[in-house]
């Protein structure tokens, strides 16, 4: 007997599922290879700002187990010969627990600079540099300060953009205008790089400096959260390009991308963050040759810095 043939049916629902697949797995691998090498070469061309253009004398840390305090300073030149810093924070970084903690210090704290009497905390860079704002925080605070980079404010702009190219969603308490070159609304607005630095650099806040501190911590821990997204490392060898133009800085790659592996493996877990003062330890004064400063209770926020930091070893 003639023996029937099986009839071949293609289920061409499932060839097409494979095909669709195969396809997506052949253009991420091209993108891979893409990212890979553009990562090479940015790594790999030679350092611009990031070799440190100015004198500091921070004790670097021996082994890379060590924790390491890194002084963040945000330009704010204009052009002038004597730059003056918008922003003073200390960012903490322990390799071993992979945690990143942040202090931002109030620039209206009244000081000891080292040669320069008694001034306002922020008079030190303008003085001297980032160096002589690192002695200033030895000396009255009690803190080592390994590293320091200094964050043209262009340069923050265009991170902005690059991590976030849908905006950031923030809440502003009311119209911000004075000062900043724009408006912006009351109410919950999504803003782009120019936009947020707008919003962070706003001096009129009904809370003073304090309102101003808030809005810093506030938009570099949302900054973090886009850090880690898939966009981010696809916008990696962009980012280090920003890093090469506008950051001046004594950390070596290494250490740089030792960190930014961290946070963006999300290993680091959420920026803690500090202010110094804290609440109840500085009272309001006025004097004529500065103005209006903060007296502050150093031995109090000396044990709060090391409390905070410790907690974190």
Known sequence: MARLKKKVRFRWGRIFVALFFIGIFMIGLINVVQYVEKTIRAVNQPLKKVEATQSFQGEQNQHKSDPINVLLLGSDSRGEEQARTDTIMVAHYNPQTHKVKLMSLMRDMYVSIPDHQQQKLNAAFTLGGPDLLRETIKENFGLDIHYYATVDFQGFVKAVDILAPNGIEVEIPYEMTEGIGMTLEKGTQVLHGK???????????????????????????????????????????????????????NLNTSTLLRIGKDILTEKSGEIETLRIPEDGSFENERYESVGEVLEVDFQRNKETIEKFLRDSN
């Open 195 to 249: 936009e947020m630095l707008g919003y962070v650099r706003f001096r009129q806040d009904r809370l003073s400096d304090f309102g101003r501190i808030q809005r810093q911590q506030e938009v570099i821990s949302k900054l973090k959260e886009e850090a880690v997204s898939v966009n981010s490392i696809a916008n990696l060898p962009e980012l280090l390009e920003i890093l090469h133009t506008y950051v001046d800085t």
